[in-house]
């Protein structure tokens, strides 16, 4: 039995349990898909992260638990460039801003964005 190569298709990408590959072996179409399903993810439990009444201790579980698996699966082998780990980044500060909230400067008495060495250091 005889097989002629024209009767298949070249397939450029697939998703293959729950991971997108590519025929070029490339990480940033994974890395978007899995930022935006982490966008989808911090969007559905945004109340309960925005609930005051909430401790930050109880907040930071949720994020550990909900939203950092969703983004982080099957990226443990992944050799990010740094474009990928700075977006990774953005979005963890996005997160980490909901959750700890705006803070009133000192010196002019204006409330303020965490700038990113604050929660770093939070």
Request: glycine share 4%; hydrophobic share 35%.
């Amino acid at each position: 039995m005889r097989i002629d190569n024209s009767t298949f298709e070249k397939v450029e990408q697939f998703k293959y349990l729950g991971t997108n590959l590519t025929n070029q072996n490339s990480i940033v179409e994974e890395i978007k898909s899995r930022l935006r399903s982490g966008i989808a993810c911090y969007h559905s439990v945004q109340n309960l992260l925005s609930f005051r009444l909430r401790s930050k201790n109880l907040k930071i579980k949720i994020y550990r638990a909900i939203i950092l698996p969703v983004v982080s699966y099957g990226c443990e082998t992944c050799l990010l460039i740094l474009r990928e780990k700075r977006k990774q980044r953005v979005f963890e500060n996005l997160v980490l801003r909901r959750i700890f909230g705006p803070r009133r400067d000192e010196v002019t008495g204006e409330w303020r964005r965490l700038h990113n060495e604050e929660l770093n250091d939070l």
